[in-house]
C-alpha cells in the first residue's frame, strides 16, 4: 500500500534555532501534501496544504515565514520550524491525498521538543 | 462549512465486550468520513471510510460504521474489544474538493482487563 515517511520520528533543538522535517511518498507521487500540529491530548490542526511547484496555502493564524513548506518534487515535502521556541514544541503530521477521491496516508509524525 | 463532533472525549470498556464511538457530522453536500486510530506518538492509521457507497462500512480489525444521513452520524462499533484496540480515534470528514480533512476531537479509548 501507499507509504509515507515522515522523519526524524524525533528531535530536539535549541531555542532559536530552525529544524526541517521531511515527508516522502514512497511509492506514489503526491502533488499535494498537508502538515497537521497535534498537541497533547488534543486533535489534529491543519497548518498549511502544500502543492508540488507551487506555494503552499497556510490555515488562518499560521505564520508562513515561520513555518517554511517546500514540495519541489512529487515525492518530497519538508517543513522547516524556523527560529524554534519552547512554544513551537508539539507532535507535527503530514499527510498526503492518494487519488483525489478521499484516500489519505499519513506519515508517523515527528516530536519536536524545543529547550 | 462542515464540522464533526465526537460526542465522547473519553470511553472506557472491557475486554471482550462491546465498542461504540459516537460522531455527528455536518455537511452541506454528501460528505467523505472517516474514521482513524492513533496510538501514541504515532501517526494515522485508516480503520475505514464512506464514500457515498454502501452505508454500513467494515474496516480492519472488526471494526465497522454505519452512515446515517438522517441522524447526520457515523459512529464507530466493533463487537468484541481487545486489549491492543486501546488509543485515540479520530472521526474525520472531508471538505469538499480541496481535500482538507475536518477532524473531530478525538475519542480515547481504554480497555480494561
Known amino acids: 500500500g501507499a507509504v509515507v515517511s515522515q522523519h526524524p520520528s524525533w528531535v530536539i533543538c535549541k531555542s532559536g534555532t530552525s529544524v526541517k522535517i521531511e515527508c516522502r511518498s514512497l511509492d506514489f507521487q503526491a502533488t499535494t501534501m498537508f502538515w497537521y500540529r497535534q498537541f497533547p491530548k488534543q486533535s489534529l490542526m491543519l497548518m498549511a496544504t502544500s502543492n508540488e511547484g507551487s506555494k503552499a496555502t497556510y490555515e488562518q493564524g499560521v505564520e508562513k515565514d515561520k513555518f517554511l513548506i517546500n514540495h519541489a518534487s512529487l515525492t518530497l515535502s519538508t517543513l522547516t520550524v524556523t527560529s524554534a521556541h519552547p512554544e513551537d514544541s508539539s507532535f507535527y503530521i503530514c499527510?498526503?491525498?492518494?487519488?483525489?477521491?478521499?484516500?489519505?496516508?499519513f506519515g508517523s509524525g515527528t516530536r519536536l521538543t524545543v529547550v | 462549512a462542515q464540522s464533526v463532533t465526537q460526542l465522547d472525549s473519553h470511553v472506557s470498556v472491557s475486554e471482550g465486550t462491546p465498542v461504540l464511538l459516537r460522531c455527528n457530522y455536518s455537511s452541506s453536500y454528501s460528505p467523505s468520513l472517516f474514521w482513524y486510530v492513533q496510538h501514541p506518538n504515532k501517526g494515522l492509521q485508516l480503520l475505514l471510510k464512506y464514500t457515498s457507497a454502501a452505508t454500513l462500512v467494515k474496516g480492519i480489525n472488526g471494526f465497522e460504521a454505519e452512515f446515517k444521513k438522517s441522524e447526520t452520524s457515523f459512529h464507530l462499533t466493533k463487537p468484541s474489544a481487545h486489549m491492543s484496540d486501546a488509543a485515540e480515534y479520530f472521526c474525520?470528514?472531508?471538505?469538499?474538493?480541496?481535500?482538507?480533512?475536518?477532524f473531530g476531537q478525538g475519542t480515547e479509548l481504554s480497555v480494561k482487563p
Open positions: 474525520v470528514v472531508t471538505s469538499g474538493g480541496g481535500g482538507k480533512l475536518i
Open positions: 499527510s498526503a491525498n492518494l487519488d483525489g477521491r478521499g484516500g489519505y496516508t
